[in-house]
């Protein structure tokens, strides 16, 4: 069992957070809603990919959301950190000094850039693990889809990696999921497929998240760039380098993408946007440094219906040149039917069926496609 530091013991960690985190806020943070701030760790992510449409109010829900995962960082610090990640808080201080702009300008493909990255003309897909779901009219997804269960159908089902949100009000799930998801991998490491990396899709705002992502076996996790801003993104980009765990910043635009890349961020995921058009325009003509490489990540919306047309969307994001597809409450639309599990939504998608030569009447079961769409591909 591990060890948890003493309120006492984490004062002075409490007061290093909310400083490091004091200025940055303020620079993305609205005066009317800085006002109201009494203690800025933090500045997070306005909303995820699948919870929020583009007449909402970024800044408002940022604020909300900043607030709420002010108040939870706060409490999970002053209940005792836990030994572990305090260990890793400190090497990751300690490996600040050896990280600066030109360590993020020349990078080295890492392991989870690797898997995520293969030849032109196939998508890999990144399974996001999340409890809350706007389909089903309990708010959460089947009881059927649990960590013990899903983990291992995600590996045999060919995805690359997983990622959990843990973040209990946005999606229904804390670190002990990914703890659960991370252990369930690591039993197959002697097994074909072997185990997946875990991706931390919490909201990621502070140096102390990053050393608990990595002690809890995280591989990689998520920065927002229109949220944290430049600065705040490049603190944490060397942060998470400082723990040898690997980056993936989530843009919104063409604009924030090349920003991202010049910040040193070597995986973009683009959210926030409805189309596949609009999300292959925000990738379109980014200018990558020489002798590096830039993993290009789409985020797949659930449609309002019951069918799978995201299964179309992957196919075609993949035919404009996307590596891979970032894929939340799509997996979890049939619930419990069997033909649209989880899984086999997955392997649909890694299908080799494309837009060029699959019709959409394959969503109903006929035609050519329709064995992928009903995740029944005979290899």
């Not at 409490?14 to 940055?24: D, K, M, P, R």
């Not at 997804?141 to 209990?168: C, K, N, Q, T, W």
């Not at 196919?315 to 069997?338: C, H, M, T």
Request: with cysteine.
């Amino acid at each position: 069992m591990n060890m948890r530091y003493s309120l006492s013991s984490t004062s002075a960690l409490l007061a290093a957070v909310s400083w490091t985190c004091f200025s940055a806020s303020f620079a993305f943070v609205p005066s009317t809603v800085a006002s109201t701030v009494t203690t800025s760790f933090i500045s997070v992510r306005p909303c995820t990919p699948h919870t929020v449409s583009s007449s909402t109010s970024l800044c408002a829900v940022g604020a909300l959301v900043k607030k709420a995962k002010e108040q939870e960082l706060r409490k999970y610090i002053e209940s005792g950190v836990e030994e572990h990640v305090m260990e890793k808080y400190n090497l990751l201080k300690e490996n600040l000094a050896t990280i600066n702009d030109e360590t993020l300008a020349d990078q080295v493909v890492g392991p989870l850039q690797e898997s995520l990255t293969r030849r032109k003309g196939t998508i890999t897909v990144i399974a996001e693990y999340k409890r809350k779901c706007g389909f089903n009219p309990t708010g959460l997804i089947h009881e059927m889809h649990v960590p013990e269960l899903l983990s291992p159908s995600f590996r045999e089902y060919g995805a690359s990696a997983i990622a959990v949100m843990a973040d209990p009000r946005m999606g229904g799930c804390d670190y002990d999921d990914i703890r659960h998801f991370v252990e369930e991998q690591r039993r197959a490491k002697m097994e074909v497929p072997g185990p997946l990396p875990v991706i931390n899709n919490d909201l990621i705002v502070d140096e102390l998240q990053v050393a608990r992502s990595a002690a809890y076996g995280c591989a990689a996790l998520v920065l927002n760039l229109p949220t944290l801003g430049v600065e705040q993104t490049k603190v944490l980009l060397k942060a998470t380098k400082a723990v040898d765990l690997e980056s993936i910043v989530a843009v919104s635009s063409k604009e924030e993408a090349q920003t991202a890349i010049d910040s040193g961020a070597r995986m973009l995921s683009i959210l926030h946007l409805g189309t596949v058009e609009d999300m292959v325009a925000a990738v379109d003509g980014l200018v990558i440094p020489e002798g590096q490489q830039v993993c290009k990540i789409a985020n797949i919306l659930a449609n309002n219906d019951q069918q799978l047309q995201e299964i179309e969307d992957a196919w075609s994001v993949r035919d404009q040149g996307f590596n891979s597809i970032w894929v939340g409450e799509a997996l979890y639309k049939g619930g419990a039917d069997p033909n649209e599990q989880p899984g086999g939504i997955i392997k649909s998608m890694k299908s080799k069926s494309s837009l060029k030569f699959a019709s959409p009447k394959a969503a109903r079961g006929r035609g050519e496609g329709a064995r992928e769409y009903l995740g029944d591909i005979l290899m």
